[in-house]
């Protein structure tokens, strides 16, 4: 079984910060990339921000400048620094895990639960 806990969310005035986190535990053998994906009410699921190595990392244009992803593999977590925070970054924010939980398993992708994100003045 593999989990994905993420904390971190809440409610923030526009311009400011908050750093969402999420840890990957249980069957892990190898995590080959995690991210931050978010949902607003009536969109489709988009993403935010991909890592796959400490060269290969991805943001939506959208955040650009703004986010900053980073990860610590021995903790197997991921972390989302948010600044500058806008009323249209209000959202589910969840994070992606991309992994094989053995040596023989073909690597999958696996979801946390979603954590609240409002932008709000």
């Known amino acids: 079984q593999v989990q994905l806990v993420e904390s971190g969310g809440g409610l923030v005035q526009p311009g400011g910060s908050l750093r969402l986190s999420c840890a990957a535990s249980g069957s892990i053998f190898a995590i080959y990339g995690m991210g931050w994906y978010r949902q607003a009410p009536g969109n489709r699921r988009e993403l935010v921000a991909t890592i796959f190595s400490e060269s290969s990392t991805n943001y939506a244009d959208s955040v650009k400048g703004r986010f900053t992803l980073s990860r610590d593999n021995a903790k197997n977590t991921v972390y989302l620094q948010m600044n500058s925070l806008k009323l249209e970054d209000t959202a589910v924010y969840y994070c992606?895990?991309?992994?094989?939980?053995?040596?023989?398993?073909?690597?999958?992708?696996?979801w946390g639960q979603g954590t609240q994100v409002t932008v709000s003045s």
């Open positions: 992606s895990a991309y992994l094989a939980s053995t040596a023989r398993t073909t690597p999958s992708e696996y």
